[in-house]
């Protein structure tokens, strides 16, 4: 028997559809399971008891499941309860039988289908393009002239990094990709790789062997990392790995840029060099055995606005065989040869979600203001430069946040000042006159980058990240005050401080930045003006914000951070995700009194956290004196109708 609780994020809550559906998805279960609800319970499987229970969207919910197929049900379940679209596409499990009304579309055919990591949102459906590359097939031998393999291994790499290169020229190739290629290349070149293939070539092993067997035990070192994102470099070190050998051994691999427009790739797993081959504006829909919500290919899905699941448990043969695939990213469910009634009921929630980005879009260039005249700025949340055409194309009124750690993250040197200059300076541009708000290295012990040494903490998250790392490694952060200078120039560059504890951190970040500043007038290099603000995401920010709004010029409230540390429940811990809710009082009054502290001094504030997303949540937020709502991109026009209908 497991037991779990859940709060319920269905819109407006388990009413009329979303019970039935819900009741629809229990009953394919074998297992008994009961939901509590303000403390009542009922057997899930009766819509009638189900609907009296009355459970509202943000209830607490608690699922008891006892059954051979247990495990299963409550993870079907709890991501039902947990999609605030759940309700408005049937939904069935793996090998349900038809029900006498389902019209047959392939008799003989039996349905599959199955679950996996909801990596990128939107529902789609399509035929299959299998992309089931040839499974290599080295034979290993034992090589007499070892100087002659070591340089057959050096001529594949450079053939492979020649073909990725040219990759790079394509003219639809987004700066995404390149970044991607770019590091796939220095994989290829990694003398760590290189030196211990040359030693076993040296061993008299062939080159394709000892590729294959290095490339297997780096993959793998990859693979043991406790860090999500280092342990998606995984997937790239294969990749490198596999192209090689298939160069050493004259193989041709199956390719994606045979694809057709529509289609959806159904593969055990896509590497992002796979991906970036493709003509993405023809992929429907991406369904792969493997594959992590941090991986390159999900980061990639969700850029395009591809739908995907990822690690879905289904057959490799029932996928293999697939004629069409339907998909919902947003639950991260997966049909194999769905039914007619399951491809009418995918085909209207695409319906549904095209109508609902089409009503939406007339949200697109409207500056939203609530009725009594308050103007609310509708900001785009971005990591990179490549998400600037989707953040625009959303109606973005500037950045509220761009997190600066991408750009240190996911690569082996720190970025020059230059580099980051050049960064900061584009992001201006693209937005200009709207502002953009950068915000200073926020990276922390549990996600380090190269350049940096951190030790071991025992809470990463209370430990030495954001603001007090960079204080301390100036010789980091520096270049980064420098650049943001040198960006400013375009003027509509503000600058966010993270993790800001105490007054004197703000005093130690000014007097850096006076000194870049004297440095880069020295040299002649021009430098522009900004707001600086600090981000309210610890308690400690909340009780001293009128003495820190006499120091900045603006607030933003860093909900992700504030929820955990005010309700002290880490916000990546599953077992404590009852606390972590920013609707909770205790998180509003902080939140209410940085706002109230604002107003006081006369300094705007903005909210950039996930929260400031929430329908629920707006009208909190504005009637506080809120003027700034930061967000991804694919949120921004709801959260201009929410504002205009307030
Ligand atoms: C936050 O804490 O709400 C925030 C926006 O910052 P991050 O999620 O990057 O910690
Ligand atoms: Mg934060």
């Known amino acids: 028997m497991i037991e779990r609780s859940f709060l319920v994020r269905v819109h407006d809550g388990l009413h009329a559809r979303p019970a039935t559906q819900f009741v629809k998805l229990a009953k394919s279960f074998s297992s008994d399971i009961q ?3 303000n403390a009542q319970t009922a057997s899930a499987k009766s819509a009638v008891k189900l609907m009296l229970l009355g459970i509202k969207e943000n209830d607490e919910a608690t699922l008891r499941v006892e059954g051979e197929d247990e495990t299963e049900a409550l993870s079907a379940l709890a991501t039902f309860l947990q999609t605030p679209t759940a309700g408005d596409v049937a939904l069935k499990k793996s090998d349900e039988p038809a029900s006498p009304s389902d019209p047959a579309p392939q008799a003989g055919r039996a349905k599959r289908a199955g679950w996996g990591i909801a990596a990128s949102e939107g529902t789609a459906i399509g035929p299959v393009f299998a992309f089931f590359p040839p499974v290599l097939k080295i034979e290993p031998h034992r090589v007499e002239d070892t100087d002659a393999e070591v340089a057959r291994f050096a001529e594949a790499v450079d053939s492979v ?16 990709a390149v970044g991607i290629i770019d590091a796939l290349i220095d994989l290829a070149h990694d003398t760590d790789f290189s030196d211990e293939v040359g030693a076993a070539i040296r061993t008299r092993q062939d080159a394709a062997s000892a590729a294959m067997a290095v490339g297997t035990r780096l993959t793998e070192s990859f693979e043991a990392m406790e860090d999500p994102y280092i342990r998606a470099r995984a997937e790239d070190m294969r990749s490198v790995t596999r192209q090689i050998v298939l160069a050493l051994l004259g193989q041709r691999d199956v390719s994606l840029d045979e694809l057709s427009c529509g289609s959806i790739i159904v593969a055990d797993e896509v590497t992002a060099w796979d991906l970036a ?8 829909g991406i369904v792969c055995r493997k594959g992590a919500a941090t991986s390159h290919v999900a980061i990639m899905a969700r850029a395009y606005g591809i739908p995907a699941v990822l690690g879905a448990a289904v057959d490799e043969e029932h996928l293999k065989s697939a004629q069409i695939i339907g998909l919902d990213g947003t639950t991260g469910q997966v049909f194999v040869d769905p039914d007619t009634e399951t491809r009418m009921s995918l085909t209207q929630a695409i319906e549904r979600e095209t109508a609902d980005r089409k009503a939406l879009e007339a949200y697109r260039t409207i500056e939203p203001v ?7 700025e509708v900001a785009a949340n971005l990591g990179t430069l490549a998400e600037i055409p989707a953040a625009l194309e959303a109606g973005a009124m500037g950045v509220g946040l761009f997190r600066t750690e991408f750009l240190f993250m996911e690569r082996k040197t720190l970025p020059t000042e230059d580099e980051q200059a050049e960064t900061y300076r584009k992001l201006a541009e693209a937005f200009a006159p709207y502002p953009v708000v950068i915000r200073t290295l926020d990276i922390g012990g549990d996600k380090p980058i190269a350049g940096v040494d951190f030790e071991h903490e025992d809470n990463p998250f209370l430990g030495w990240r954001g603001v007090r790392m960079c204080l301390e490694r100036t010789d980091v952060f520096k270049p980064q005050l420098r650049a943001l200078l040198r960006a400013s ?8 401080l993270p993790m800001i504890a105490d007054g004197s951190e703000v005093e130690a970040v000014r007097d850096l930045f ?9 040299e002649g290099i021009p430098c522009g003006t900004f707001e600086l603000g600090v981000m309210i995401e610890t308690p400690a920010a909340v009780f001293l914000a009128g003495d820190l709004a006499q120091k900045v010029d603006f607030f933003s409230v860093g909900t992700n951070d504030l929820t955990q540390y005010v309700m002290a429940a880490d916000r990546l811990n599953p077992k404590v995700a009852n606390l972590n809710r920013t609707e909770h009082p205790a998180v509003l009054a902080a939140i209410a009194a940085a706002c109230k502290a604002a107003r006081e001094a006369g300094i705007w504030i903005g909210v950039c956290g996930e929260a400031a997303a929430r329908p629920d949540l707006i009208s909190f937020f504005v009637e506080n004196g809120v003027t700034e709502l930061s967000m991804s991109s694919a949120a921004i026009p709801r959260a201009k109708r929410c504002v205009t209908e307030l």
């Open 35 to 37: 939901i509590t609800c």
């Open 161 to 176: 990094t020649s073909a990725f290169a040219r990759n790079k020229e394509r003219p639809e190739i987004s700066a995404d």
């Open 277 to 284: 081959k493709a003509r993405l504006s023809d992929v429907a």
């Open 370 to 376: 609530t009725s009594d005249g308050r103007k609310v």
């Open 489 to 496: 120039v375009v003027g509509n560059v503000k600058v966010l």
């Open 514 to 522: 006076a000194q870049c500043q004297d440095e880069l007038e020295r």
